[in-house]
């Protein structure tokens, strides 16, 4: 019995520091600590468009380097047609690049 008291009291303070609460707000001021010390980042991701009864689907990209220079591009997942917005210190561009195709 008396081996069994510390094995019991160690298990319980084990559990009890495991249940400390951490909720949205902390991880949200963990995730802007984090994002001020990033100096690039990548994301991809779906973007859905509703215009009345069309729903247009794009695939993303966005890569983000310091000092506000970045690359969007969004391609239509029906017909794959893409275009870019590109900012750097020359200015902002929208592209459109096309595929050559050879017959």
């Given at each position: 019995?008396?081996?069994?008291?510390?094995l019991v009291l160690l298990i319980i303070s084990i559990i009890l520091t495991g249940c400390g609460k951490?909720?949205?707000?902390?991880?949200?001021?963990?995730?802007?600590?984090?994002?001020?010390?990033?100096?690039?980042?990548?994301?991809?991701?779906?973007?859905?468009?509703?215009?009345?009864?069309?729903?247009?689907?794009?695939?993303?990209?966005?890569?983000?380097?310091?000092?506000?220079?970045?690359?969007?591009?969004?391609?239509?997942?029906?017909?794959?047609?893409?275009?870019?917005?590109?900012?750097?210190?020359?200015?902002?561009?929208?592209?459109?690049?096309?595929?050559?195709?050879?017959?």
């Amino acid at each position: 019995m008396k081996k069994i008291i510390p094995l019991v009291l160690l298990i319980i303070s084990i559990i009890l520091t495991g249940c400390g609460k951490y909720g949205k707000n902390d991880a949200a001021k963990d995730l802007k600590k984090k994002m001020e010390k990033l100096n690039a980042y990548q994301l991809e991701g779906n973007l859905e468009i509703v215009n009345n009864d069309d729903i247009y689907t794009y695939n993303v990209d966005v890569s983000y380097k310091k000092d506000d220079n970045y690359k969007v591009s969004l391609t239509n997942t029906a017909n794959d047609y893409e275009q870019i917005i590109l900012k750097n210190n020359d200015g902002v561009y929208v592209l459109t690049p096309r595929s050559l195709t050879f017959l």
